[in-house]
């Protein structure tokens, strides 16, 4: 609803968090006319699982933060998230 909501006072794009599961995003940015980027939240190991659901269900992309910054290894994180963006990911499942 907040995605609707964003839309309907003018907002140019919406930063929203993951809904959990490829079916339920997608209804979420099927339902919205803007541009959804997932944020990444708090650490977490799976923060790359949550880049590749995001690119299935069709979101613009995503907004992360300590997932990155906190990250064991930033510049591989990088590297791996931005293969997932652009579709060259052939490592699912793998972090």
Sequence with gaps: MHTRMAAELGAD???TDYAGNVREMRSII???PLP?????GSRHDAALD???GAMEC???GVFFGRNV???EDMPAFLSK???VLHGDDESAGNQ
């Design 50 to 52: 949550v880049v590749r």
């Design 30 to 32: 099927e339902g919205c």
């Design 36 to 40: 959804i980027l997932v944020l990444g």
């Design 81 to 83: 998230a931005r293969s």
């Design 58 to 60: 069709g979101a613009a």
């Design 13 to 15: 794009v919406v930063k």
């Design 69 to 71: 910054f906190q990250s």
